[in-house]
């Protein structure tokens, strides 16, 4: 199991690490990775480096008794794997690779692959940031539905709030300050949305219903809500508008009241809202 960082428990491990100096981001990878060595996984370190020096930093983790079976610890420099440091991630081709290496490693006696990688240097640019941002909603499709683990680490002194902000909420754990609402890939649903959503959100909470891909499939879009605490009108007429613009409803489950009044109110015509009891997954830590 694994905590969202926003007070909600997940079935899948999809974390988002910000930090601003390595070493913060270091500490966390090894423990991370020492928490996979004992589920019996292969894991995988990835930052930006020579590997050689990559493999000093992480030590403490190669010389636990778990890392001393072939192949179980792997390091690769960030700047190696991906789409490369200047290009952008094209998110199936990505998926793929993750999909073939899990695959290796469970045909290797492994029980899953788990992963820690630095991307700070893969989001640089605009144009980078929006396709991994697109390409973090397919990633954490895959999973939902496999035994593959992951934690992304992104700099924010190098960043910046807004970037970190639009990447954070792609991740169902992790860095809860960092972002005001997740949307995630969940059992059962299209999508699951959590947290808050206010006037401050507005423009993230469009580039993120954008980015995960709510314009595809069927006609009829369902969002797991119950662990949405707030939204106000705003955010609501972006559903609306999405909905609108490419022929779809957008059905809302919930175990609220207040989202079914405020549709009414607003009268809405392309977003219901569906009674919905609270998963026994998503219960509010203490």
Do not use: K
């Not at 490419?246 to 009414?264: D, N």
């Not at 919905?276 to 997954?281: D, G, N």
């Amino acid at each position: 199991m694994g905590d969202t960082g926003g007070g909600h428990v997940r079935s899948h491990v999809h974390l988002c690490q910000v930090f601003d100096g390595f070493p913060e981001f270091r500490t966390a990878a090894i423990a991370f990775l020492t928490d996979g060595l004992a589920r019996g996984n292969r894991v995988r370190y990835l930052a930006d480096g020579d590997p050689d020096v990559l493999h000093a930093e992480i030590a403490p983790l190669e010389r636990l008794p778990a890392a001393q079976r072939t192949g179980a610890v792997e390091v690769v420099s960030t700047g190696r794997s991906y789409a490369g440091p200047t290009a952008c991630v094209d998110a199936q081709t990505q998926v793929e690779v993750y999909t073939r290496d899990t695959r290796t490693a469970l045909a290797d006696g492994f029980t899953g692959l788990r992963v820690a990688a630095d991307v700070t240097m893969l989001v640089r640019t605009a144009a980078q940031l929006d396709a991994f941002a697109r390409y973090e909603h397919q990633v954490d499709r895959f999973t939902a539905r496999a035994p593959f683990s992951a934690m992304c680490g992104y700099r924010r002194s190098e960043l910046g709030d807004e970037a970190v902000a639009q990447l954070a909420c792609l991740h169902p754990g992790g860095s809860a300050a960092h972002a005001p609402f997740r949307m995630h890939a969940t059992p059962g649903a299209d999508v699951a949305l959590s947290g808050e959503l206010d006037l401050t959100t507005v423009d993230l909470f469009a580039a993120t219903v954008d980015r995960v891909g709510l314009a595809e499939g069927a006609e009829e879009v369902v969002v797991d809500a119950t662990g949405l605490d707030f939204a106000d009108h705003r955010n609501l007429l972006v559903l609306e508008r999405m909905a609108d613009r490419y022929g779809r409803s957008v059905v809302l489950r919930t175990s609220r009241r207040w989202p079914a009044r405020l549709v009414a109110a607003l009268g809405l015509n392309r977003v219901r809202v569906e009674h919905h009891a609270a998963s026994p997954l998503a219960v509010h830590a203490s």
